[in-house]
């Protein structure tokens, strides 16, 4: 369904996504994970073509359902935005039009995309509103964003992605500003229309308690780059990069971690990836660099399906968890 290969976006000084690579099948969910600034967002605006200004996108291919949209102008990628493929950004306020009725701005998706007309459009996005558990969807589509909750406005970002039935969904931190009861509302909720409409997903999160409960494969981010991917029971079961296991070891863990017992942590912050910069960027929050890692690393198997980029291949292989 998504076929990603060597995915770059660039700024004058910064290079934010350097080489994605990934691939998806429909009915499954990959998960993209990392600490904020990792890119993940940059990732989904540039296969979605809605990078902001200043910044450039390059790749050896995006497939899309077998076809390369890599180099499709403006006017083509409208086309398929909202129709074919569809996206749930990350905060529903600001998505929204604040000065439109949810109806007005779901209707207009119909209309443009699939040309109902306007009984029609409302019927069908009242339908939808309904599928996605809001009630009362008459009256919800009069409405205005603020006068519903975060959790409604999520609901009705995730209705109005799914009115065209898209192929592909991108889910960009959709439960962050949400409560922990909501967020497992929302992700039930993406996982039963996954399920009914097969879709392919692809969530972007921090949250790796919900990379353990959705997803099929994860890709771990870091500083632009992929630096380790599996599918999920062997990314928990054998973590390879020491970024992913600083990740894991930050979770408290129930039976295992002892109250009071000092988390795990990594230390530093993500760095800033100017133009030209080489070798591995954990490097400097690392507990395990040694001076090779100015160079890059290659890419090596650690199973089937499950690969990383770190040059300690024979330390991470003797001390396999």
């Known amino acids: 369904m998504l076929d990603i290969a060597g995915l770059h976006v660039r700024f004058p000084t910064l290079h934010a996504v350097r080489g994605i690579s990934l691939r998806m099948e429909a009915g499954q969910t990959h998960c993209l994970v990392g600490e904020s600034g990792s890119g993940k967002s940059l990732t989904a605006l540039g296969v979605m073509g809605l990078l902001p200004r200043g910044a450039r996108r390059e790749a050896e291919h995006i497939l899309y359902d077998g076809s390369d949209i890599s180099n499709l102008g403006e006017r083509q ?151 380790e991917q599996a599918p999920v029971p062997e990314l928990f079961a054998r973590p390879t990069h020491p970024y992913t296991r600083g990740l894991l070891a930050s979770i408290p863990v129930p039976g295992k971690v002892r109250r009071g017992e000092r988390l795990g942590s990594i230390r530093g912050t993500v760095p800033h990836i100017a133009p030209g910069f080489v070798g591995c960027a954990f490097r400097d929050r690392c507990d395990h660099a040694v001076p090779s890692c100015a160079v890059l690393a290659p890419l090596r198997d650690a199973a089937a399906g499950h690969t990383y980029r770190c040059r300690l291949e024979t330390l991470w292989r003797q001390d396999a968890v």
Do not use: W
């Open 77 to 227: 990628m409208a086309k398929l935005r909202g129709d074919r493929m569809a996206m749930i950004f990350q905060e529903p306020m600001t998505s929204l039009n604040p000065a439109y009725t949810v109806g007005s701005q779901m209707t207009e998706v119909l209309r443009r995309h699939r040309g109902l007309r306007q009984d029609a459009a409302v019927e069908r996005s009242a339908a939808m509103l309904t599928r996605v558990g809001i009630s009362a969807a008459s009256m919800r589509l009069g409405q205005f964003p603020h006068q519903l909750s975060g959790g409604l406005r999520q609901r009705v970002m995730v209705a109005m992605a799914l009115l065209c039935e898209p192929k592909l969904l991108i889910a960009d931190e959709p439960t962050t500003a949400l409560d922990v009861t909501v967020q497992a509302q929302i992700l039930r909720l993406l996982a039963e229309l996954q399920r009914d409409l097969g879709l392919a997903v692809l969530l972007i999160t921090h949250d790796l308690g919900e990379v353990a409960r959705v997803a099929h494969q994860v890709s771990v981010m870091y500083a632009g780059e992929i630096v």
